[in-house]
C-alpha cells in the first residue's frame, strides 16, 4: 500500500464550486504540505503543517484553506473554484528528525476547473 | 527572485553519454539539498541527498558548492530508464524549494 494517498485522483469542477482534496499518510510523519505543479512554474508551497495545531501558509495560499484534522489526514479545500486553479496538486510530508529530513509525495490530484 | 533556479533543457543525450545539471540557489541560509526526479504526469521522487563533502550513488554523483551557491548532478552511463525531470530542491527553515526543473531525454 502506498504511504501517502490523495483523493480523488482526478477531478472536474466548475467555476465557484467548493471542493475539497483530501490527504492521508501511513508514514507517521508530523510534517505534512499542499503544493501545486503548472507547466514551467514547478512546484509550489500553498500551505504546510507541523502538527495538528499548527498550520502556515506558503507562497500561494489565496484562495485555499486546509484542515488537518488529525496526524494522518490533512485537507486542502478550494472554497470557489476558478479555473486558474487548474493544476496538479501534491501532497508530500517529512518528518522532523534531525539531519536530512527528505520528502514523500502522494500520487498527485489533476483538478480541472471549467 | 527565485530560491531556486535551474536550466530547464531539454537536455537530449545518446544512451552511454555522461550528462550535468547544475541548479543555483539564492538564500545563503539553505540548509539541506536533494535532488528529485519526476516522470512524467507523476509524483517526485527522491533521488538523492546532496552533502556538503559531495556523494555518489552508483552512476549518480551529487556536488554542493555552498560557496557559489551551486548544487550539481552528474550522471554516467546513460540510460534509457533516465529520462525523466530533475528537480532541484533547498530547504531553508523546514520549507523545501523547488527549482522548475531539468527535462532529460536519452535516446537510444
Known amino acids: 500500500d502506498a504511504d501517502v494517498t490523495q483523493t480523488p485522483r482526478n477531478r472536474i469542477t466548475k467555476t465557484g464550486k467548493r471542493i475539497m482534496l483530501e490527504c492521508s499518510q501511513t508514514k507517521g510523519h508530523d510534517r505534512m504540505y499542499w503544493y501545486r505543479q503548472d507547466p514551467g512554474l514547478g512546484l509550489r508551497l500553498i500551505y504546510y503543517s507541523f502538527d495538528v495545531k499548527d498550520i502556515n501558509k506558503g507562497e500561494i495560499s489565496d484562495g485555499y484553506s486546509v484542515s488537518r484534522q488529525a496526524q494522518a489526514k490533512f485537507s486542502l479545500s478550494l472554497e470557489s473554484a476558478i479555473p486558474n486553479q487548474t493544476a496538479l496538486y501534491f501532497c508530500?510530508?517529512?518528518?522532523?528528525?534531525?539531519?536530512?529530513?527528505?520528502?514523500?509525495f502522494g500520487p498527485g490530484t489533476r483538478l480541472l476547473v471549467l | 527572485r527565485k530560491e531556486v533556479e535551474q536550466d530547464p533543457g531539454p537536455f537530449n543525450v545518446p544512451e552511454g553519454a555522461t550528462v550535468a545539471f547544475n541548479c543555483t540557489y539564492s538564500?545563503?541560509?539553505?540548509?539541506?539539498f536533494f535532488w528529485y526526479r519526476q516522470d512524467c504526469r507523476k509524483e517526485p521522487k527522491l533521488l538523492m541527498s546532496?552533502?556538503?563533502s559531495g556523494n555518489e550513488d552508483g552512476r549518480f554523483t551529487a556536488q554542493l558548492n555552498r560557496a557559489s551557491q551551486y548544487i550539481s548532478l552528474l550522471i554516467r552511463d546513460s540510460k534509457l530508464s533516465d529520462s525523466a525531470t530533475y528537480l532541484c530542491v533547498v530547504n531553508i527553515n523546514s520549507q523545501f524549494y523547488f527549482g522548475t526543473g531539468t527535462s532529460l531525454t536519452v535516446i537510444p
Open positions: 546532496v552533502y556538503s
Open positions: 508530500a510530508t517529512s518528518d522532523s528528525g534531525q539531519g536530512l529530513y527528505t520528502q514523500y
Open positions: 538564500n545563503s541560509a539553505s540548509q539541506s
